[in-house]
């Protein structure tokens, strides 16, 4: 059984900053790609930032230069940090992790966490 748990999210002004984190837990032999999703209201959810066991980063064109995703390897954590916030980044904010229960698999597999609001208001 694998649990990812998003923490972090919350209220915040337009201009301001934030700080997501996620937690991959359970019997995971490894982790190759873990990101970051997010859904606003009557969207569909969208790809914001991906992150490599090895470090290699890529982000979507909207959040480039305002927001840095890293992750710690040793204990399965990926963050989020969030900067010069709009209205525009309110959305739940969404964790992936990819990767794989047994040595040898070839196939990945992928979970997902429950969601961390995001709202970006005045």
């Known amino acids: 059984q694998v649990q990812v748990v998003e923490s972090g999210g919350g209220l915040v002004q337009p201009g301001g900053s934030l700080r997501l984190s996620c937690a991959a837990s359970?019997?995971?032999?490894?982790?190759?790609?873990m990101a970051w999703y997010r859904q606003a209201p009557g969207k569909q959810r969208e790809l914001v930032a991906t992150?490599?066991?090895?470090?290699?980063?890529n982000y979507a064109d909207s959040v480039k230069g305002r927001f840095t995703i890293s992750r710690d390897n040793a204990k399965n954590t990926v963050f989020l940090q969030m900067r010069s916030l709009t209205p525009e980044d309110t959305a739940v904010y969404y964790c992936?992790?990819?990767?794989?229960?047994?040595?040898?698999?070839?196939?990945?597999?992928?979970?997902w966490g429950q969601g961390t609001q995001v709202t970006v208001s005045s």
């Open positions: 992150i490599t066991s090895v470090g290699s980063t």
């Open positions: 359970g019997s995971i032999f490894s982790i190759n790609f």
């Open positions: 992936n992790v990819q990767g794989r229960l047994l040595p040898g698999q070839t196939l990945l597999r992928s979970w």
